[in-house]
């Protein structure tokens, strides 16, 4: 069965530091999603892309984040400059038409 | 603004001993109601989506309900790999892919 594979599983970085994590969405979906959740608390949509551009973004999503599907097949969620409060886990999402969203199985990332 | 809220926050059940979780929800206009499963440190796997009042689903023990304010999710004789954190989440209207809005979710434990 197709399924959202994220890339890397566990990120530690220095704060201050960019990091890029990835994502490879099912084909043939259309619609792709970054969404986070901080240990213990709800997922929180971060942003939604469709047709090479974002189509809807949170209050979250600030010019510190920015997204990209730079080849067709993956889909990248950068953070410029890292702050103690982004440590969360990061999740993917792609969704056909009419259809549920699968959520891959996420990027813990770590800002110390 | 559009808001989930489920009950109880956690669950703990002995195997085959029923129950239900709730999900609340306010949203002026509902796309879509969805069903997740999380386990630690996973992503969200999806289970259900309903879409208007009086609509049920069924999968193996567990079974959604929604009515025009709120969703049921039935566990019936439930075991110990039913443990996990289940969301709930709402869509509102919009383009398609409009953001989920999750719930904390309600962590069941389930033992033998």
């Known amino acids: 069965e197709p399924e959202v594979t994220q890339t890397p599983s566990h990120q530690v970085t220095q704060m201050g530091q960019e990091v890029i994590l990835r994502c490879v969405p099912i084909s043939n979906h259309l619609y792709f999603y970054w969404y986070r959740q901080i240990l213990g608390q709800k997922v929180e949509f971060l942003v939604s892309?469709?047709?090479?551009?974002?189509?809807?973004k949170s209050e979250i999503f600030d010019d510190q984040f920015s997204v990209e599907r730079p080849d067709g097949s993956n889909f990248t969620l950068k953070i410029r400059s890292t702050k103690l409060e982004d440590s969360a886990m990061y999740f993917c999402?792609?969704?056909?038409?009419?259809?549920?969203?699968?959520f891959g199985q996420g990027t813990r990332l770590t800002v110390v | 603004e559009d808001q989930v809220t489920q009950s109880p926050e956690a669950l703990r059940l002995q195997e085959g001993e029923s129950s239900s979780l709730n999900c609340s929800y306010t949203v002026s206009g509902l796309r879509g109601l969805f069903w997740y499963r999380q386990d630690p440190g996973k992503g969200p796997e999806f289970l259900f989506t309903?879409?208007?009042a009086g609509e049920e689903k069924e999968k193996e023990r567990l079974k959604a309900t929604l009515t025009k304010k709120e969703s049921f999710l039935h566990i019936t004789a439930p075991k110990p790999e039913d443990s996990a954190t289940y969301l709930c989440a709402v869509q509102a209207p919009g383009q398609a892919g409009t953001a989920l809005i999750f719930g904390k979710g309600t962590t069941l434990s389930v033992s033998s």
């Open positions: 999402a792609s969704q056909p038409v009419r259809r549920e969203a699968f």
């Open positions: 309903l879409y208007s």
């Open positions: 892309f469709y047709n090479n551009e974002i189509s809807e």
